[in-house]
């Protein structure tokens, strides 16, 4: 796993209940605006499925390394916090350590327990379908 | 096969009184006593607030003890066994049926036939009756309150037989005014089905005027009574509804058990929906001769244990006064209402209390249901959050969910000071709070 990654859910583990919903607000507000570019691309195709919560993603290559964004409302701030995680810990990895990033992402950062298993097989599909488009990606860019 | 028990009913004045001799209404704090779950902290120093109880109700020791009785003492199929265990087994389950009518006032006991639940037995009406008797252009008449139990049956049958559907609009505090569901009867219209309360407003919905409009077009009424039967008492002798479905889960009882009364011939001119072992009476290669009422709808071996704990549950809220129960529902949405409105940002949806039962369906400016759900849960307040099976109910409410506080009858007011409480806590904790991560 990428070292911020480590370090997000090494944090987040080690918390105890309590504090754990309080990181995950705190990183809920730290999830930056999404770029105007990409405002208008809020569609289906970019939305994750598994979330009852609009949560849309976004991914650009810049050579070997991913960026992510995202737009999550501020009224879902758990998820939103989830997806703050992910985009603070993987912002600049590359295509294999993203898809490196073990299933269990959830359980390893003990929010499984704390959100149960509905909402955490939810954020699982953001984790999912993060995969998923950087897989994509990977193999349009081998494509062309 | 065809055991006969009890035949006619004779219908009592006050059915939900008929299961014991005094029906007395205890304290409180003595009625919780009966419901062991109530009695735990969810975390270590996080005791337990539960207000879920439209999803499920708690269950009391009469009836974890009927169901362990069976399983322990006398865990024998029914019907068939010509031995000791399985009279005791199948005299338990047939009289559990017998109370399940008094209840209900169901003027025979042929006419309570057990299914999973209220969903199983919506669809067995949708996939009996009405494959047999609903035909292309036929209207059926529902609401914007209904549970997806109540509407996908409609639509799966709608699709298949080319029926049409027509929706009773409510009003915007979330009302079923009857005047709403007589701008869509008409001349075709074969069947009004709808809720007794909705599941994610408390709407109680007038269904005695609803009924007689119904009637006057030669209409069937199918009432969901999953959230109406456990608070409110529907005398099916005195309200003529002609099916009325419910769950044992939401009145006391298990999981796994639940109920279709049926006028019994209606029930009679229905075939049956599911076909195999004990729904039939003689059986050849070429075909069969369907069992007697209520037998030929409950193939296969039946959920003994939990129609017995149903039975246990029936007696149980037959021991209290239903107008007290009412009452003190009614009480609890009242001050829940007032308690709610002193936290900022609450918005209550539905009808004022004297239009509801006890369900709370909230809205909580700048929170997601379930992220509000998540923050309540800390304080140990069960509540629930989505959409309730409700889909085009949020849709006419605008909302994408909803939070939903449900109390039964061992709630009190404290229950509502702690939700009120976590409530106030969630939103500091959301928009007040210094960052535990450094900026």
Known sequence: MPAALDALVEELREADRQERIELLIDLANELPPLPEHLSRFKDEAHRVPECQSPVFLFLERDGPKVRIFADVPPEAPTVRGFVCLLIQGLDGATVEEVLAVPNDLIQRTGMAELLGMQRASGLAGVLRRLKLMVARTESDSKAN | ?439
């Open chain 2, 1 to 439: 096969m065809g055991r006969r028990f009890s035949g006619i009913i004779p219908r009592p004045a006050h059915p939900r009184t008929m299961a014991t001799a005094v029906p007395t209404t205890p304290a409180l704090d003595d009625l919780r006593a009966d419901f062991p779950a109530l009695d735990q902290e969810v975390r270590p120093g996080v005791r337990l607030t539960y207000l879920d109880n439209a999803a499920t109700t708690l269950k009391p020791w009469p009836v974890i003890r009927a169901v362990q009785a069976f399983d322990a003492e006398y865990p024998a199929n029914v019907h068939r066994g010509i031995h000791t265990l399985s009279e005791r087994a199948t005299e338990a389950y047939e009289s559990a049926r017998e109370k399940v009518a008094r209840f209900i006032g169901a003027a025979e006991v042929e006419e309570v036939v057990w299914t999973r639940g209220t969903t199983e037995a919506i669809n067995l009406i949708a996939q009996s009756w009405g494959r047999t008797f609903l035909k292309e252009g036929d209207e059926i008449v529902l609401s914007d309150l209904e549970h997806h139990a109540n509407l996908i049956p409609w639509q799966m049958l709608a699709k298949e037989r080319g029926v049409v559907l027509r929706f009773a609009e409510i009003s915007d505090d979330g009302r079923l005014e009857p005047e709403a569901v007589e701008r869509v009867l008409s001349d075709r219209t074969r069947v009004v089905a709808v809720t007794a309360m909705s599941n994610v407003l408390g709407t109680v919905v007038p269904l005695e005027p609803i009924v007689a409009m119904a009637h006057d077009r030669g209409a069937i009424v199918v009432v969901d009574g999953a959230q109406g039967v456990p608070h409110r008492a529907i005398d099916v002798g005195r309200l003529p509804v002609d099916f009325l479905a419910f769950s044992g889960h939401k009145m006391c009882g298990p999981t796994g058990i639940g109920v279709l009364y049926g006028r019994r011939e209606l029930l009679e001119a229905m075939p049956p929906a599911w076909g195999g072992g004990s729904m039939v009476l003689r059986v050849s290669r070429e075909g069969a001769e369907w069992n007697e009422l209520p037998y030929k709808f409950e193939p296969g071996t039946p959920p003994i244990a939990q129609a017995i704990g149903l039975g246990a549950a029936v007696d149980y809220l037959s021991r209290l006064d239903s107008e007290a129960v009412a009452s003190h529902e009614r009480s609890l949405m009242e001050y829940a209402h007032r308690r709610l409105a002193e936290v900022g940002g609450v918005r209550i949806l539905g009808p004022e209390p004297e239009y509801k039962g006890g369900i709370l369906g909230m809205d909580v400016e700048g929170v997601h249901p379930h992220d509000l759900a998540q923050l309540l849960d800390r304080h140990g307040v069960a509540v629930r959050a989505g959409q309730h099976c409700a889909m085009p109910l949020h849709h006419r409410l605008g909302l994408p969910a909803t939070a939903r506080a449900s109390a039964y009858l061992y709630n009190t007011t404290d229950d509502f000071d702690r939700l009120a409480e976590a409530i106030a806590d969630a939103r500091r904790l959301l928009h007040d709070r210094r960052p535990r991560r450094p900026a």
